[in-house]
């Protein structure tokens, strides 16, 4: 099905372990967004990419780096995990190189021990 | 500062029941934009509507539409005949403008419970 694949859907890591957060949306979709949820908050941006070659910081984009692989893949890593980036994360998608994220992730939930 | 605040954490329908969801937002800006998104059970994040605020008129889609209040700053979504598959969390959300990215805020949502 068409849309917007995460993986993993779940990862369980060490303090001070560093991973990546794979996105790929088939849609041919121009921005790409990862967010962070949680319990009691609503969404926060981490960074955003408006087209293939540019990211840009979010909200929180602390601890985080992002890489625009080309125009279907955002991925999201984590240098050095800490307690605090426990949380679900989302990537999402949408056409345009601007306007509100429209497809999401079904989302990665993450803990850090 | 621009926040968006929910003040019900959950809330409850009995099927084919209407309800409205509240929504209030504090911004100093006029041109800005709101949207309710739905996220069921399986966390995929839905858009359901969208409002732009120089638009007087509520905006509808289907079963869902708003209640816009510019002055008092209050976006409410109110869902008529309500379905078992209504049933998810719903984020209110604030955009200044429609292509400014860091300026595009959550609320903590509310989760809806319909009845059978």
Not at chain 1, 16 to 38: E, F, I, K, P, V
Not at chain 2, 85 to 99: I, T
Request: some cysteine.
């Amino acid at each position: 099905n068409a849309g917007v694949t995460q993986t993993p859907k779940f990862q369980v890591l060490k303090t001070g372990q560093s991973m990546t957060l794979q996105c790929a949306q088939d849609m041919n979709h121009n921005s790409m967004y990862w967010y962070r949820q949680d319990p009691g908050m609503g969404l926060r941006l981490i960074y955003y990419s408006a087209s293939e070659g540019t990211t840009d910081k979010g909200e929180v984009p602390n601890g985080y780096n992002v890489s625009r692989l080309n125009k279907r893949e955002f991925s999201l890593r984590l240098e050095s995990a800490a307690p605090s980036q426990t949380s679900v994360y989302f990537c999402a998608s949408t056409e345009g190189t601007g306007g509100q994220p429209q497809h999401f992730g079904d989302g990665t939930r993450l803990s850090i021990l | 500062a621009q926040t968006v605040t929910q003040s019900q954490p959950e809330m409850s329908v009995q099927e084919a029941e209407t309800v409205t969801l509240s929504c209030t937002y504090d911004t100093s800006e006029s041109d800005y934009y709101l949207f309710w998104y739905k996220q069921p059970p399986s966390r995929q994040m839905i858009l359901v509507i969208r409002q732009e605020a120089y638009k007087q008129q509520n905006a509808t889609e289907n079963r869902f539409s708003v209640n816009f209040q510019k002055a008092a700053k209050s976006f409410s979504l109110k869902i008529s005949d309500s379905q078992l598959g209504d049933a998810a969390m719903y984020f209110c959300a604030y955009r200044r403008g429609l292509y400014n990215f860091n300026k595009f805020y959550f609320g903590s949502g509310t989760k809806l419970n319909v009845k059978p």
